[in-house]
């Protein structure tokens, strides 16, 4: 788990307040080890999971600030809305800026490159 001075100071996070940070580093958590179930995940430094959990919490604060919101217009205000796919995508952008995420689990898988 990541804490809040990790964030702060390593990360430079600045998006979540320290009160509301464990909460979306314990979602955060949740979400890399659903990655990990599904996906082959690598750490490619010393702090790249920790970091890759700071860059989630910061995506998951964001849709939650949002809460799902997709593209329309009405006369000139624009919003946009997001769906589950986007949502999942974009937590998935995240965390392979820190990690090497590949498609396919399991011994002679032949694994590809996500992003």
Known sequence: MVDY?????VYLGSAIAEKQFPGMAARAQAELARLKRTMRV????????????CAMADVLYAQQKRRGIRATTV???????????????????????????????????????LI
Do not use: C, M, W
């Open 75 to 113: 006369g000139g205000v624009s919003v946009t809305y997001r769906d589950e796919h986007g949502a999942n995508r974009e937590l998935l952008d995240a965390a392979g800026v820190y990690l090497d995420i590949y498609r396919g689990v399991g011994s002679g898988v032949q694994f590809e490159p």
């Open 42 to 53: 690598q750490s490619s430094g010393a702090e790249s999971e920790r970091l890759a959990l």
């Open 5 to 9: 001075t990790f964030y702060k100071t």
